[in-house]
């Protein structure tokens, strides 16, 4: 998992050491699912409000909106990052939570390049800045991002897996999760709530497709739930 933090990093040349302060003892596994499931919402609903905020074709509106877009996902990631680094996660999976916080935090210097070249268009010309170069780097901080919200979409089966009892059963099957019926219908209850039409989109947003991936593991892969009987 280190690994392919440090190759998606790499290429932007954002990697960095993951932090060795986390806490300990272990978090429940649905706590720390149940965060992934609404850093995903927060971040989808956001992305939604920017793109209706995109209409104005004035020169200062557009900028103001890149400041203003840039800033909440920046508030979004800092505080996911601060309630994923109050969990630990252990054995197989004690990467997870440090890979994504580093991916977070990578991302929120992005966006404050963002704030930093909208800043320079909206303000007085000064001699020596050159415009058009801040303006062409604007796609590629997208591209970066967009890098990065793949990256994190594709650790979702990671993020599901945490939720499977490794416990085998009498016929040496690992087929329970870890939480009861009542705590995975709620959880089901969540995705529908925060994502509901935007999972079935020709072309879902990454946040919304790795939603859709997480309900399909809870309701479709056979797991049963830990207060189901076992073999």
Same mark, same amino acid.
């Given at each position: ?42 971040? #989808?609903? *956001?992305?939604? %409000? ?5 209409? /104005? ?8 909106? $890149? ?45 404050? #390049?963002? *704030?930093?070249? %909208? ?5 007085? /010309? ?8 801040? $303006? ?96």
């Amino acid at each position: 998992m280190r690994l392919l933090c440090c190759s998606v990093l790499l290429s932007f040349g954002l990697c960095s050491s993951f932090a060795a302060t986390a806490p300990t003892k272990e978090t429940p596994h649905l706590q720390f699912v149940q965060e992934y499931e609404r850093g995903l919402s927060s971040m #989808r609903e *956001i992305h939604s %409000s920017c793109q209706s905020e995109m209409a /104005p074709t004035e020169y200062s509106s557009v900028f103001e909106n $890149a400041i203003h877009c840039s800033t909440a996902l920046q508030l979004e990631r800092r505080l996911q990052i601060r309630r994923l680094n109050q969990m630990h996660l252990g054995g197989q999976f004690k990467t997870l939570i440090p890979f994504l916080t580093s991916t977070y935090q990578s991302q929120i210097e992005l966006y404050q #390049r963002l *704030i930093i070249i %909208s800043t320079a268009m909206l303000s007085e /010309p000064k001699p020596g800045v050159d415009y058009g170069k801040l $303006a062409a780097e604007v796609p590629e901080i997208q591209a970066k991002l967009e890098f990065l919200d793949k990256a994190i979409f594709e650790v979702v089966p990671l993020v599901a897996a945490t939720l499977i009892d490794p416990k085998p059963d009498s016929k040496n099957y690992v087929n329970h999760l870890l939480i009861s019926q009542a705590e995975k219908a709620s959880l089901v209850s969540d995705i529908d709530r925060d994502f509901g039409k935007w999972m079935y989109e020709k072309n879902p947003d990454y946040s919304s497709a790795a939603a859709k991936i997480l309900k399909t593991f809870l309701e479709e892969k056979g797991f049963k739930c830990s207060d189901e009987p076992w073999e």
